[in-house]
């Protein structure tokens, strides 16, 4: 019965994912008037409203159900899109950017939720992170045809040619909505003896505090994170476009990078079964920082479009495996909550690296993807991710 759930959200978020523009997002609001720093803030309001609403959306998520967090997620992003149509100021820019920050929590960890609390019971673990490749790798789909497409439409990049590639994002999430009210909330998810809001809160918390395994899992995704979202939006258009890349092959280089993430993302779950879980899970957070390091040192059209393509495929090739790590070590009644308090403390280390490495790219791109690859591998190395034990990702 629950199969067809996942498909639906699988539908759901490839129609949140089809967005026509945003590989030139940069692009448009440079051309609107505002600067890499003004961008880079605007990024920095919606992660730092996904921060904020995180934990109130996820509480939400375990006590009202998890199918209208994620239509509610789905319309928030619909409205903030219809609203970029008209938008020509910084400050609109700034309410565009709130309800998007706020669309993005409440799928946050609801979406992880239902899906976990979809599987069958039996090897629930192991089929979680087949299915976290599939759901990852379909969005991957949605915008390997969406900045080709986008490209055709936005043509030379003008401002007004975004209008109709907007638009059409706009149907597509409105698509995406119809869809979330045909998913079926899982009966781990039902009831009426529903903890209270507080009671969900503390024991997410003492679930934190305890648990080591967890604990460390979750320090690992907040200091380890490879930035994907700056790097597309607001750091690779530029950089490549300064190497000479046109508007179009800025576009084509995300979607080929995104194709890639199709592959790396729904067989993740290979590369561990072949390096064992320790080496994987290093591996594939010690790679991201390698590769801006190396992104760092490149020139020219070629050289910078082959490892942007490269990067943006493997950056967040190790989500379906912590998905999987994660999701076995919280109970389903508090699940959503558990998750969006992780993911709230990701969201405050990106909203406050973002604007950091965006000033650092108004003197240098280079010296940014140095920066943020000296972040992720220092980190990573603090954590001691080369002897993380087998017995630390269950």
């Given at each position: 019965?629950?199969?067809?759930?996942?498909?639906?959200?699988?539908?759901?978020?490839f129609?949140q994912r089809?967005?026509?523009?945003?590989?030139?997002y940069?692009?448009l609001l440079?051309a609107?008037g505002l600067?890499l720093?003004?961008i880079s803030?605007?990024e920095?309001i919606v992660?730092g409203?996904?921060f904020?609403?995180e934990v109130?959306?996820?509480?939400?998520?375990d006590r009202l159900?998890?199918k209208?967090s994620i239509?509610?997620s789905t319309?928030?992003?619909?409205?903030a899109?219809f609203l970029f149509?008209?938008?020509?100021?910084f400050e609109?820019?700034?309410?565009i950017?709130?309800?998007t920050?706020?669309g993005?929590?409440f799928?946050?960890?609801?979406v992880e939720?239902?899906?976990?609390?979809s599987l069958p019971?039996?090897?629930?673990?192991?089929?979680?992170?087949?299915?976290?490749g599939r759901?990852?790798?379909?969005?991957q789909?949605a915008?390997?045809i969406?900045?080709?497409?986008?490209?055709?439409?936005?043509?030379?990049?003008?401002a007004e040619?975004?209008?109709p590639a907007?638009?059409l994002?706009?149907?597509a999430?409105?698509i995406?909505?119809?869809?979330?009210f045909?998913?079926?909330?899982p009966a781990t998810?039902?009831?009426?003896?529903?903890?209270?809001?507080l009671?969900l809160?503390?024991?997410?918390?003492?679930l934190l505090?305890?648990n080591?395994r967890?604990?460390?899992?979750?320090l690992l995704?907040?200091?380890?994170?490879p930035f994907?979202?700056?790097?597309?939006?607001?750091?690779a258009?530029p950089y490549?476009?300064q190497?000479e890349?046109s508007?179009?092959?800025v576009?084509?280089?995300?979607?080929?990078?995104?194709?890639?993430?199709v592959?790396t993302?729904?067989?993740?779950?290979k590369?561990e079964?072949w390096l064992?879980?320790?080496?994987?899970v290093?591996?594939?957070i010690l790679?991201?920082?390698?590769?801006y390091?190396l992104l760092?040192?490149?020139?020219?059209?070629?050289a910078?479009?082959?490892l942007?393509?490269?990067?943006y495929?493997a950056n967040?090739?190790?989500a379906p495996?912590f998905?999987a790590?994660?999701n076995?070590?919280?109970?389903?009644e508090?699940?959503?909550?558990?998750?969006?308090?992780i993911?709230?403390?990701?969201?405050l280390?990106?909203?406050?690296g973002?604007?950091i490495?965006?000033?650092l790219?108004?003197t240098?791109l280079e010296?940014?993807f140095?920066?943020?690859g000296a972040v992720?591998?220092?980190?990573?190395?603090?954590?001691?991710v080369y002897?993380?034990?087998?017995?630390t990702?269950e």
């Open positions: 019965m629950f199969a067809s759930n996942i498909n639906k959200v699988i539908v759901i978020s129609a089809f967005h026509l523009y945003v590989h030139a940069a692009l440079l609107r600067s720093l003004q803030l605007i920095s992660i409203s996904i904020l609403m109130p959306t996820g509480i939400l998520a159900g998890r209208w239509a509610a319309f928030f992003l619909m409205c899109e149509i008209f938008a020509r100021s609109w820019y700034i309410v950017a709130l309800l920050g706020t993005f929590a799928a946050s960890g609801a939720a239902l899906v976990y609390d019971e039996a090897d629930r673990e192991d089929a979680m992170k087949r299915a976290m759901l990852n790798s379909t969005s789909i915008f390997v969406a900045p080709i497409l986008g490209g055709l439409i936005i043509g030379d990049a003008r040619n975004f209008i907007i638009a994002t706009v149907v999430l409105g995406g909505l119809l869809v979330c045909r998913l079926r909330e998810a039902k009831g009426d003896a529903r903890p209270g809001s009671s809160l503390r024991s997410g918390f003492a505090a305890s080591r967890l604990r460390r899992l979750a995704v907040v200091f380890s994170t994907t979202a700056t790097l597309v939006t607001t750091l258009p490549l476009v190497n890349a508007p179009f092959v576009g084509l280089t995300l979607s080929l990078g995104s194709l890639l993430a592959f993302q729904r067989y993740a779950w590369l079964a064992g879980q320790a080496r994987a290093a591996l594939l790679l991201p920082g390698l590769m390091w760092a040192a490149a020139a020219g059209p070629i910078t479009v082959l942007v393509t490269i990067m495929g967040d090739m190790k495996l998905s790590y994660q076995a070590l919280i109970a389903s508090n699940r959503a909550t558990v998750l969006s308090l993911n709230m403390f990701a969201s280390f990106i909203a406050i973002a604007p490495y965006a000033a790219a108004q240098s010296l940014a140095v920066t943020i992720i591998l220092g980190s990573a190395l603090l954590l001691r002897r993380l034990p087998e017995a990702v």
